[in-house]
């Protein structure tokens, strides 16, 4: 019963199931097995989304009838609304997990995580290999170092420039790995010495005499000659830091003790996405998307590209080697981030094959095909290992409640069992980011734990599925008003709370959400480091460059010990009532200015996305705000901007005409913000023909029916259209 479209056909019979020695028809017939298991439990489960949300609605509408008391709607009074109709499960009784085989990448290792379209062979290349970082390189080209007169970047290096990034990196280890006595910047040599059967770092110092680290223990490898060493290796907070000496390099030579840079243990795990920033819509996609999974698990993914007057050749980089303290032995360190691929949730069905005629949850596809393309790092048929301990580590967005966990659960046990691996070799990350989620974390930790290493909050998407899901109650405060309201503090502290309280402590990854603005790094540093002090062990950052930054507040922040004091803290019961106070605007309506100027922000905002998702199957870029600032965008960014448009026009502050104004004079602003993009087509030209600009109004005109608000149901259906409309022009 399975209709097999032909690239998906092709990747998995002639590029996968070979050297698996997997045979196609078995393989298809335990496919079809899964599909007829849980399609139906799918759509169950995606009509008890829908019945929910009408049971609230008609809710919202009664209480907004009856008037709302200025203090807003009762979190007490909501919460007993939402046990009666089921959307709040009872909690479990205390428990802890007992998942296993989990990479100290997860487990243990605080430090920042990348997520990056995996469709993008170039980017995903580049976050797996973001493992390790030059720190030189980090400081020289962001804006920590203020580009002040005479320390301006330029088209050459600047001597200048560069000494102020010598003297920050030489304060970062100063204040992590400092030394008995001293300056790492007063240096003159670092040697490696035999003492008592262990080799031991020795220091000189320009002035005369020697010194040690203050914690000899951080040293913990060289590489080189012990008189001469070319890279000492120190670890602190389980990060590691290698300090490179090279007295011919340019920078090296400018140095007393020859050192040219320092690296840094950055991106500790990456994320590769199929999901909000990847846009795949039909067989041919998702192929690509699959191989170059395939490309990552086999460990020959590599790529060629046009770098100045060179062309440059890209692959995974090859793990790093020290010899130990201990003699005549070496020390390993992975070259490349560990890597978990996030699937798609439950909403969307793919053509890519056809189960009965009908096409088949997306969620399932990805669960088979990219547990199928992991077992090449399983059975160490790759170039290189991913997880050193067996386990294969599957993001799950966009779950509703434990249900759908539950649900996820058994997908990955039937999964495993057609691939005959071991129970739960299939880890879950469960993405906190919906409402029904959020207050019922407990209960969905629960119904994974066996499975799950992840929760990780996510503001754009979890403030989009809040204004959706009370859209009927009134209007919204504005979107940056959303960052003070009551409910998101008590959700990013539940979120740790609740993992704390299950045990995640030195077994599981509690994460928080994306550093939006990629060329803001200075604003990153001062600001970043409240995620850490959280007691969250990772946060998403939109670069290689923000990794390395973001890296030094894990050394600045014993996450560990941050756990420890937050553990003993249950979740608490005010903090759940807290995150029921739904973000309602109090007080009279804001100025027409006010209200136009949020207008503005956001249609902008949802066009810069939307033409690029459309017109060129990007997924995530850095789109320009109506301010010129260069801000990471993906479909979370989309949600929260359409539900905000379309809970203000529901509610009357705006006008249908005003926002169709708003969005064709937005239009002319991002056509001028793209001039340069040779293969960008403007929207502002012909308004009623442009496929984009025609899909960023359905986001907002449509966007009260759209489930949960979001937005795939559209721009899968425009991005059809244009690749079909491209198809007949050629």
């Not at 002639?14 to 335990?30: G, K, Q």
């Not at 008890?48 to 949300?53: A, C, G, I, M, N």
């Not at 070799?425 to 290493?453: H, P």
């Not at 442009?690 to 899909?695: L, N």
Request: with cysteine; proline share 5%; net charge negative.
């Amino acid at each position: 019963d399975l209709a097999i479209a032909e690239p998906l056909r092709h990747l998995i019979e002639d590029e996968v199931l070979p050297a698996l020695h997997i045979d196609a028809s078995v393989y298809w017939s335990h496919f079809e097995k899964i599909l007829k298991t849980f399609m139906p439990q799918n759509r169950e489960l995606l009509a008890k989304r829908d019945s929910l949300q009408a049971q609230i609605d008609a809710w919202c509408d009664e209480h907004r009838a009856q008037g709302i008391s200025p203090d807003g709607l009762s979190p007490e009074e909501t919460r007993q609304f939402l046990q009666k109709i089921g959307y709040i499960t009872p909690a479990p009784e205390p428990f802890t997990i007992s998942t296993d085989h989990v990479d100290e990448e997860v487990a243990s290792i605080a430090g920042p995580q990348l997520v990056v379209p995996v469709s993008n062979a170039r980017y995903a290349l580049n976050a797996a290999n973001a493992r390790w970082g030059s720190l030189y390189d980090a400081l020289y080209g962001a804006d920590v170092i203020p580009e002040t007169a005479g320390f301006e970047k330029g088209d050459h290096y600047n001597p200048v420039r560069g000494e102020k990034v010598v003297v920050f990196a030489m304060e970062f280890l100063d204040r992590t790995v400092p030394l008995a006595s001293g300056s790492h910047a007063d240096v003159s040599s670092y040697t490696v010495i035999l003492e008592a059967g262990r080799r031991h770092l020795a220091i000189s110092l320009k002035q005369g005499g020697s010194t040690s680290l203050a914690e000899p223990d951080h040293f913990v490898g060289f590489q080189g000659d012990m008189s001469q060493p070319e890279a000492l290796l120190l670890c602190h907070h389980h990060l590691h830091i290698e300090i490179q000496i090279d007295r011919e390099h340019p920078v090296g030579r400018t140095s007393a003790a020859g050192v040219k840079d320092v690296l840094l243990e950055a991106a500790i795990t990456t994320i590769q996405d199929c999901e909000d920033s990847v846009a795949a819509v039909d067989a041919e996609d998702k192929a690509q998307v699959y191989r170059n999974w395939l490309g990552l698990m086999r460990g020959d993914l590599a790529i060629r590209f046009n770098k100045g007057h060179q062309v440059v050749e890209r692959g995974l980089n090859s793990d790093r080697v020290y010899q130990a303290p201990e003699p005549d032995r070496e020390r390993r360190l992975p070259g490349r981030s560990l890597l978990l691929i996030r699937n798609v949730g439950l909403l969307m069905l793919s053509d890519a094959i056809l189960c009965a005629g009908e096409p088949v949850p997306e969620g399932i596809l990805d669960a088979m095909i990219t547990a199928t393309i992991a077992l090449y790092d399983l059975r160490s048929l790759g170039q290189h290992r991913n997880s050193r301990l067996g386990s294969v580590y599957i993001v799950k967005p966009k779950l509703h409640g434990p249900e759908e966990v539950a649900f996820t659960r058994d997908l990955f046990g039937a999964v495993e069992s057609a691939l005959d691996v071991p129970v739960n070799t299939l880890k879950i990350g469960i993405m906190d980011e919906e409402r029904r989620t959020t207050v019922n974390l407990q209960a969905c930790i629960f119904a994974a734990r066996e499975r799950v290493i992840f929760i990780n909050t996510g503001f754009l998407d979890r403030t989009g599925d809040e204004m959706h899901t009370s859209m009927r109650l009134g209007p919204m405060v504005r979107k940056d008003s959303m960052k003070q309201e009551a409910w998101l503090a008590a959700y990013e502290a539940w979120n740790v709370e609740c993992g704390l309280a299950a045990g995640f402590h030195q077994r599981a990854q509690i994460g928080k959400g994306m550093w939006p603005k990629p060329d803001k790094m200075a604003q990153m540093m001062e600001t970043k480091q409240a995620h850490p002090l959280s007691g969250a062990n990772c946060a998403w950052v939109p670069s290689p460059t923000a990794a390395t930054l973001h890296a030094m507040h894990y050394h600045a922040v014993d996450v560990a010990a941050c756990q420890l004091a937050l553990q003993d803290r249950l979740p608490a019961e005010n903090t759940l009532l807290n995150i029921l106070r739904v973000p309602l605007h109090q007080g009279d309506r804001p100025s027409d200015q006010d209200i136009q100027e949020e207008l503005d922000n956001n249609a902008q905002g949802i066009l810069g996305y939307v033409v690029r998702w459309i017109d060129q199957g990007v997924g995530c870029s850095k789109v320009p705000d109506i301010h010129d600032v260069g801000l990471m965008e993906d479909r979370a960014t989309l949600r929260i901007s359409s539900q905000h448009i379309a809970n203000w026009l529901y509610h009357g502050w705006v006008s249908t005409e005003q926002v169709m104004e708003t969005f064709q004079r937005m239009a002319a602003v991002v056509d001028r913000q793209n001039a340069d993009d040779a293969l960008y087509q403007p929207m502002a030209v012909d308004f009623e023909h442009s496929i984009a600009f025609q899909a960023a109004c359905d986001l907002v005109f449509k966007g009260c029916e759209q489930p949960n608000g979001y937005t795939e149901l559209i721009l899968h259906a425009r991005r059809q259209e244009m690749k079909a409309r491209a198809a007949r022009s050629s």
